[in-house]
């Protein structure tokens, strides 16, 4: 887990755009292994942190028009899963 990405869905004030695409960015450097890609990888780098910010974006808004009510559970702590108990995403 990149642990310099934070929690992007919260109740009391929305991610927005701009967080999202710095956490796509951490997620891209992380499973990517350049914090800076060459000029030859710069394209795919770079496709790859817009679509994984515009999939970020899209499910931050489905998660929060399906819940249709606060996360305070997610704010909480309360809904986060721990990987390490869950044994089905291995």
Do not use: W
């Not at 960015?25 to 350049?34: A, C, E, N, P, T």
């Amino acid at each position: 887990m990149c642990r310099s990405i934070k929690v992007l869905r919260r109740a009391a004030e929305p991610a927005d755009a701009e967080e999202v695409r710095e956490a796509a960015l951490q997620y891209v450097r992380k499973i990517s292994g350049y914090r800076a890609p060459s000029r030859t990888n710069r394209q795919a780098f770079e496709t790859a942190v817009e679509e994984i910010t515009s999939a970020s974006m899209r499910l931050l808004a489905a998660l929060n028009a399906v819940a249709g009510r606060a996360v305070a559970g997610v704010e909480s702590g309360r809904g986060h899963d721990n990987h390490d108990n869950n044994e089905s995403i291995r």
